[in-house]
């Protein structure tokens, strides 16, 4: 799959980290691109968001390159404005691109100052390895405690010729309840006005991100950002508006699902399928009940079809259901239908179990249309690991 | 600490449980008591939880005798209603007390049938043994994965002479979110009507049970339940009702504590401390953010005095506030103070947070007079390995 032209990456370390990896990334457009971008919604908001926010506004929806840093997160800081300006300021000069079309992004530790002075060093050096072919390594850089990059590319042929859509993000955490730092970056080369891409944005993260039970439980730093610089000479035409948001869509499932399979600790990938409620809203609280619940995970770490912690994380999910119209599946073998326990074979449903993809299937008898996908991990002891000394 | 006067107590090996540990037990007060009751608020609430509502509603609000059996939940199965209708017809029959003050409740695995004739196998033994001094074998008989029985006993001087109030839970699970079953049996020989023991129950629960975030996720057999029978001659006067709920939210939040320290992997008891808010509602909201994140549950198991991850629980509580008028501490050290890092001995403070005692204390500067207090545990490998084959 070929990468959106117009677009450059480099990546360097700057000294952030304390294992000596890259830790700064850039992604730079040829030119100014339009821009839609979803942020956290926590009440405590680093640094770098609210400028992003701000340059986002002050820019009318445009930006031409990212500057990404892991190691700190550069929230609850002292001089996290300064930090985020100087930087800024050092890009600005050194890409030659106004200040507000620069977009900032940390992920790392909380209420740690971060020696900005250690970034304005990078930046000759960030800018000057930028090319088209170090996209990988951006992605490489932002990870904190992710196992593997995550990365996806895709194709899309319109009526004027192929655009190209490409996608990065870093995760991992629990997921939810959560704060690990997810941020996703997007670049595509179709052209596209900011004003139409953010709620086509909007709506391709309710689809994928939000369902990973991101949203709501947000971290600090979170933020999804979608660039289209329209180097592929090909305008997204009002009617394959459609056909464009689908593909973002998959592009961001995809990131978001290798997300949830990459969570911390986690050996496996829940698909959590719900159907039959009233209307999609309720399936996605019962989704998400049942994604939440550490008892759900931990059955599936163990690969045990325990079906009653199924039922009761739907049961307390604040959706009213009868207990008696209840189906649920694992791995598309039934194991209740009325609420009540059916005949398996427990032995082989368990062998199944310990594969890498696991299917829950959760379905209300009826005639209510709601539905909703969810995908989350197992939780085992390598989250208590990883987490129980992250800052230290 | 006596123990209140009129009740016996009993605990048999019936059979339900794998292990041959007492897995049935009985409360049996020598005359019908005012009794009050709590139950879940799970859609999917267990056949013992419809009796015992049931019960309770035609008989006034009296409760003679408490038949409660570890090892199955009696929840999702088809003969759930035939189990509890049989063995309180069996347990009526041997005690000679009417079936409707009779109160069932049962705690284990969900969705499996339940061999009542085990139960009703086991009663003549169970009602010959009952003696006053076994409350301590009760108390042992409905532990599931507890790892120690949780009871407590206090006294109450009256103007007509001194009560007693005894009480016994189970808990265990990661308390929230969670479906671990919460029982607990509140014995007193006070003397109080039906009518006054309910809201005072109510409010106790709230501000103990209620503390250690089990509402909203409960299990589908969760209940708590007192029985006061008067035995002690001594009649709580209107005047006195405050005094008497003040001594039985004291039990309740004795016996809430114990849980929360005795959660499923536990080493520590955590008790979060919220303060400065709007309202009281507010601080709970925010103390349960705090209380139910995996990563501050973690950070304290790992004696990790990471406050970012207190702040950004706190930010996405639902619940505004300024992060920059916020302090936090850890063990009574500040290290966080107007949303920024101060300077702390972090060795010091490590080697406290190692302690079986650790509290965290979050207040929002300016005149707000919302406070909450909620009790939580760490989260260590042990839950991990508790839970992923319980059922198995």
Redesign the interface.
Known sequence: MSLPLGFRYSAVYAGLRKTKRNDLGLIWSDKPASAAAVFT????KAAPVLAAQANLLAAGGRVQAVLVNAGN?N????TGDRVVKDTLSALSKSLKVPAKLLFPASTG?????MKGELVVKAIPALVTEASESRFDDVALAIMTTDLVPKSVAAGLELKGGVVHIAGMTKGS??IH????TTLAFVMTDAEIAPAKLQPILKRAVDASFHRISVD?????NDCVLVMANGASGVAVAPRELKAFEESLTVVLQSLAKQIARDGEGARKLVTIDIQGTKNNADAARIARSIA????VK??I??A?P????I??????S????D?RGVDIAFQGTPV?QR???VDFDESAL?ERLKENDVSIGFKLRGDGKGAATFWTCD???G???I??????
């Open positions: 919604t926590n009440v405590v997160a929230c609850a800081t002292r530790v909380i209420g740690v100052e955490g629990m309840p959560n704060m690990a709501g439980d947000t971290s600090t939440n619940s550490p008892l931990t059955a770490a163990g045990d325990n079906w009653g912690r039922i009761c994380a739907a049961g307390y604040g959706i009213q259901f207990p209740c609420g009540l326990a368990t939780l085992t002891e989250y208590i690991e987490n129980g000394s992250y800052r230290t």
